[in-house]
């Protein structure tokens, strides 16, 4: 065998090298994670018992991915699509992981919103089999029995969990929110290399308030109104601790809560278990990443920023945290001094102290006296504050008009516009008309991908091409949970998030050419992912807060300590090894439900 490539082949979730099996023959061939199909080579067919099995034709995972492309591109719709690729992750775990990151750019949006989105609303419908976790909230005694049925102690590295209550946009959907937590978890593992294997989906079906649901005979979840207060809280406090106990390695992430509970649900937890919110933190972070490589071409400093956000729901508030928490420590200031320079606008218009508010909205109240005779639409608020950033998440079409933006404009040399709201219809405006409204200065990124605009604002009126940044979480959220995965983080911390945002907006195109995106986009993002994680792995080092040993310190020994535990879509060589013995991934019982039983489990 030829000496390993890399120092770090020793750990456990090293990935170069042969991957040991033991199993054989049909098993071998139905296993996801470790099926090669067509791609076994002769010696491997012999050893495996698989010569009567496969065709005689040895092929190469290039080859599959043509063939299963061209299959791919005869499904008549994106649903269509959506279906078959999760066929083909049933099947074949490197094959669809390499088909998807050979074309990501053409099935980011089938693997994960807007497609995902219709594969949730169709669950009960389009149901085969099931895929991860489902606990139900009127057997809470059931809860620890159910999730140590997933593994040992070790096995699990990254675990996702909805209640499925405001699942992309498209509001409550049941015990079909499992879906949004398995999309998550295939994004972590094309963005990240998380280890397919070694994580679990997680759906707490407490009933639907969705009418549509609770008439449709095929519903396949809890037939009943959502419960909710205290027998709730119970059920995911149980979830969680049971979580953690059993899998005092794994890292929780909470996925498309409600309003009312996302925010208050990571409060309670994140002091004690590392856990993440990517609704509350994911969107906060990116938008910051993109605030900042903005600032930087704006030659603004963090300190001077005024934003205003249009649309304050658990996306604008969360923005508005990270950028108020960035602020403060810019300045050595307190967040409630750093609040000051954030302006939250709702329906009522601006938020006030007479203004009806829940708990995450208070601290960015402006005085009821300051406002009064004043106009607090938003147009009266920008013209009275002169912002130099302005963020949409209010799912208000068309609402940054010209007359808004050119008021913005008016006072700012490079104005920062983030239209952020899902889907492409409910953006509160166009790059085309915004760049148009202020002859090309203004700097851009949006909730969803948006072509390239051309117009006349090079010098002395050159047609140029400016390319629009998309505030995609996915160069964000994979990496933070990579980071706190690695170093076995105790907690993920807000000195972790700043980290992360900082290396993301370190590598915004725009920093090199004025008319690239301000951040990068998913063609880079593992290398986004190295990054972010190298700076949350030196962040829970320095704090203290890393469990993990012999943690690289030097930045590049760190970066291949990284690299070599991302798992990547590529066929390792398979050795044969004997059953008995054998450890639980290469008896290919890893998620699988019933190979074991836990004396921890009461």
């Known amino acids: 065998?030829?000496?390993?490539?890399?120092?770090?082949?020793?750990?456990?979730?090293?990935?170069?090298?042969?991957?040991?099996?033991?199993?054989?023959?049909?098993?071998?061939?139905?296993?996801?994670?470790?099926?090669?199909?067509?791609?076994?080579?002769?010696?491997?067919r012999h050893d495996f018992e698989l010569t009567g099995l496969l065709p005689q034709s040895v092929q190469s995972l290039e080859q599959q991915v043509q063939r299963t492309y061209q299959q791919y591109a005869s499904r008549p719709d994106d649903l269509a699509k959506n279906t078959f690729l999760t066929s083909m992750k049933y099947q074949n775990e490197v094959l669809y992981f390499k088909l998807i990151s050979d074309h990501l750019d053409e099935m980011f949006s089938i693997v994960y919103t807007p497609t995902e989105g219709d594969a949730i609303q169709n669950f009960s419908r389009l149901f085969r089999r099931p895929e991860g976790l489902f606990l139900n909230i009127h057997d809470i005694d059931r809860v620890r029995h159910d999730l140590a049925m997933w593994g040992n102690a070790e096995d699990i590295d990254y675990i996702v969990v909805t209640d499925g209550e405001e699942i992309l946009g498209i509001g409550d959907q049941g015990c079909g929110g499992i879906l949004i937590s398995v999309a998550k978890l295939v994004l972590t593992t094309i963005c990240a290399g998380i280890h397919p294997n070694r994580v679990l989906p997680v759906v707490l079906d407490c009933g639907t308030?969705?009418?549509?649901?609770?008439?449709?005979?095929?519903?396949?979840?809890?037939?009943?109104?959502?419960?909710?207060?205290?027998?709730?809280?119970?059920?995911?406090?149980?979830?969680?601790?049971?979580?953690?106990?059993?899998?005092?390695?794994?890292?929780?992430?909470?996925?498309?809560?409600?309003?009312?509970?996302?925010?208050?649900?990571?409060?309670?937890?994140?002091?004690?278990?590392p856990c993440f919110n990517d609704d509350v933190q994911g969107t906060g972070c990116v938008t910051l990443a993109a605030i900042l490589s903005g600032l930087h071409v704006s030659k603004v400093k963090l300190g001077d920023l005024r934003m205003v956000v249009f649309g304050a729901g658990s996306a604008g508030v969360g923005i508005a945290d990270q950028v108020r928490d960035a602020i403060a420590t810019e300045r050595g200031i307190s967040k409630e001094e750093a609040a000051k320079q954030i302006w939250l606008i709702d329906r009522p218009g601006l938020l006030t102290t007479a203004t009806e508010l829940n708990g995450a909205q208070e601290s960015f109240a402006r005085p009821k006296e300051d406002w009064e005779g004043k106009k607090t639409d938003l147009l009266g608020v920008i013209s009275e504050v002169h912002p130099n950033v302005l963020v949409g998440t209010s799912t208000v079409p068309k609402s940054f008009t010209e007359e808004i933006?050119?008021?913005?404009?008016?006072?700012?040399?490079?104005?920062?516009?983030?239209?952020?709201?899902?889907?492409?219809?409910?953006?509160?405006?166009?790059?085309?008309?915004?760049?148009?409204?202020?002859?090309?200065?203004?700097?851009?990124?949006?909730?969803?991908?948006?072509?390239?605009?051309?117009?006349?604002?090079?010098?002395?009126?050159?047609?140029?091409?400016?390319?629009?940044?998309?505030?995609?979480?996915?160069?964000?959220?994979?990496?933070?949970?990579?980071?706190?995965?690695?170093?076995?983080?105790?907690?993920?911390?807000?000195?972790?998030?700043?980290?992360?945002?900082?290396a993301v907006a370190a590598l915004g195109p725009v920093l090199k050419d004025s008319t690239a995106p301000l951040l990068?986009?998913?063609d880079m993002v593992r290398d986004v992912s190295v990054r972010?994680?190298?700076?949350?792995?030196?962040?829970?080092?320095?704090d203290g807060l890393a469990t993990e040993?012999?943690?690289?310190?030097?930045?590049?020994?760190?970066?291949?300590?990284?690299?070599?535990?991302?798992?990547r879509p590529e066929y390792r060589p398979l050795k044969l090894v004997e059953m008995e013995g054998a450890s639980r991934q290469a008896r290919g019982e890893m998620r699988v439900v019933g190979t074991i039983s836990r004396r921890d489990t009461f």
């Open 1 to 44: 065998m030829a000496a390993p490539k890399t120092k770090f082949a020793h750990l456990p979730l090293h990935t170069s090298g042969p991957l040991e099996c033991a199993m054989k023959g049909s098993v071998l061939l139905q296993h996801p994670f470790f099926n090669k199909g067509s791609a076994f080579t002769t010696q491997e």
């Open 209 to 273: 308030d969705n009418e549509e649901l609770l008439k449709d005979p095929l519903y396949l979840g809890l037939r009943e109104k959502r419960v909710r207060g205290e027998k709730y809280d119970q059920f995911v406090d149980e979830f969680v601790k049971a979580s953690r106990q059993l899998y005092p390695r794994a890292y929780l992430h909470f996925e498309d809560f409600g309003l009312t509970n996302a925010r208050r649900i990571l409060e309670k937890y994140r002091g004690s278990v």
């Open 405 to 502: 933006v050119r008021a913005m404009a008016k006072h700012v040399e490079r104005p920062i516009i983030l239209p952020l709201s899902n889907p492409t219809r409910l953006h509160e405006a166009v790059p085309e008309d915004l760049l148009k409204w202020t002859d090309g200065k203004a700097l851009i990124a949006t909730g969803s991908p948006f072509k390239p605009v051309k117009g006349p604002w090079g010098e002395g009126g050159k047609e140029i091409e400016i390319e629009v940044a998309e505030c995609n979480n996915s160069v964000v959220f994979p990496g933070i949970g990579l980071g706190a995965v690695l170093s076995r983080a105790k907690l993920v911390t807000d000195a972790m998030l700043v980290a992360a945002v900082e």
């Open 520 to 522: 990068p986009g998913v």
């Open 532 to 542: 972010v994680a190298r700076k949350v792995i030196q962040v829970a080092v320095k």
């Open 549 to 567: 040993k012999d943690i690289p310190t030097d930045e590049e020994e760190l970066d291949e300590w990284i690299r070599e535990q991302m798992w």
